[in-house]
């Protein structure tokens, strides 16, 4: 009984030993498919150098610090009253004086977005209002929906 169960499973530290060839080999096959692959359409992959690397890390770091950016401007004129001029954002860095000055009145991000938030609230509660009103009228009317 004793040898069917050591021929059943292997010990810790045989299972250790092979693991370990086993993904080296998986290694290589993936790298032999890559190569492959790329004689076939004639071209060679190419590895990109560390500084070839780092340059593209930072101009797609830029690019969604820009996206960021965008959406701020694009937040700031949908919450400007009409006529009203819109927050002179800074295009860099953290703005001048951009401490806490009371909830929602800093030029800053967070007064953008405290104020997005009061915004929206605000929304919610006209939608609110209006359709409490046009419940009431329709109750005033007589109309009687059977889905609501």
Known sequence: MQSDISNARPSS???????????????????????????????????????????NHIMSEQKRRNAIREGYAQLI???????????DMPTRG?????????????????????????????LEEGRDALMDEVLRLEAAAGIVYPSR
Request: aromatic content about 4%; overall charge positive; charged content about 25%.
């Open 13 to 55: 530290s045989s299972s250790a030993a092979s693991s370990s060839p086993s993904k080296q080999d998986s290694t290589a096959t993936k790298r032999k498919k890559a190569s492959a692959a790329s004689c076939r359409t004639g071209r060679a992959k190419v590895l990109l150098s560390t500084p070839q690397k780092r340059l």
């Open 77 to 87: 004129s949908l919450l400007a009253p009409a006529g009203a001029q819109a927050i």
């Open 94 to 122: 953290r703005p001048k004086g951009s401490g806490s000055r009371g909830k929602g009145h800093s030029k800053g991000k967070s007064g953008v977005l405290f104020r997005a938030v009061e915004y929206c609230r605000w």
